[in-house]
C-alpha cells in the first residue's frame, strides 16, 4: 500500500507497506537516468520490483537503514533480481553489503544519497538524505524514537541520545520519514519534519541524557499518562 508519493518531472519518492510490523520502505528515483534507489527492502522483493517497474525505474541500488531482518530480509533476493549494489553501514551484519560511513555520497543519476551514521537502535545504524527527505529507518519516528536495551543487541541509549542531536540539527524543513508507521497520536502520521518533531516529539524535548534515558525507562507510564498508543 502506497502511503506518500512525491513525484515530478525529474525524480520520483515513494514510501510504501510490504510487510513487518508497520514496516515503511522507500523507493527513490531519478527519472531522466532511469535509475533507482530500494530503501530497507524486509520483505516482498518482487513487489517492490514491480513498483519501481511500474514507474518505468530500475533499480540499481538497495540502502539498508540497519541490519534487522524487518529492514534487510529480502535485499538478497532483490539483488538477485535486480543486479543492484546494497550498501550498508560497516558496523552492520548485512550479507555482501558494500560498506559506507559518515559522510559519504551515492550518486543516483543526477540525484546525490548523503550517508548519516547514527548509531544506537543499532550499532551501524544509517540514515540516508536526499534533496530534502531524510530517511531515519528506526532513529527517529513520528513522535518517537527507536528502541534501545536487551531486545536490540549492541543498541546505545547514550549513542541514540548523541545521533539525535546530531540530527536535529539539520534545517527545520528538513522532511523526515521514519522506518515503521509507529506514530501514537489522533489519526495517522506517515512523515514529519525537524522543526515538529524538536517542538512535539518528548524524547527531543528532553534536556539533558540523563531526562532521556528517564523517559525511556518510563516510557510506558508516559504513554498512558499522555494518551499515546
Not at 27 to 52: N, T, Y
Not at 108 to 117: C, D, F, P
Not at 132 to 155: A, M, Q, R
Request: proline share 4%; with cysteine; charged share 25%.
Amino acid at each position: 500500500m502506497i502511503a506518500f508519493e512525491d513525484s515530478n518531472d525529474r525524480n520520483c519518492f515513494v514510501q510504501f507497506y510490504l510487510g513487518g510490523d508497520r514496516n515503511f520502505c522507500y523507493l527513490i528515483g531519478d527519472r531522466q537516468s532511469g535509475k533507482a534507489a530500494a530503501v530497507d527492502p524486509g520483505f516482498q522483493a518482487g513487489e517492490f520490483l514491480s513498483e519501481a517497474s511500474r514507474r518505468n525505474l530500475k533499480i540499481k541500488m538497495i540502502l539498508i537503514t540497519h541490519g534487522h531482518s524487518d529492514h534487510s530480509g529480502a535485499a538478497d533476493e532483490l539483488a538477485r533480481l535486480t543486479g543492484a549494489t546494497v550498501y550498508a553501514g560497516k558496523k552492520e551484519n548485512v550479507p555482501a553489503a558494500e560498506a559506507v560511513d559518515d559522510g559519504d555520497e551515492l550518486a543516483l543519476g543526477g540525484l546525490t544519497i548523503h550517508v548519516y551514521h547514527t548509531p544506537g537502535h543499532s550499532p551501524g545504524h544509517i540514515c540516508f538524505l536526499c534533496q530534502d527527505k531524510l530517511i531515519t529507518g528506526d532513529l527517529l519516528f513520528c513522535g518517537k524514537v527507536g528502541g534501545t536495551g536487551p531486545y536490540f543487541p549492541g543498541s546505545s541509549p547514550r549513542e541514540e541520545w548523541e545521533s539525535l542531536q546530531r540530527v536535529i540539527k539539520l534545517p527545520d524543513q528538513t522532511r523526515i520519514f521514519p522506518g515503521h508507521d509507529y506514530y501514537g497520536g489522533k489519526g495517522s502520521m506517515y512523515q514529519s519534519t525537524i522543526g515538529y518533531e524538536k517542538e512535539h516529539n518528548p524524547f527531543l524535548l528532553c534536556k539533558d541524557f540523563e531526562a532521556f534515558l528517564h523517559l525511556k525507562e518510563t516510557w510506558n507510564a508516559y504513554k498512558a499518562e499522555h494518551g499515546i498508543r
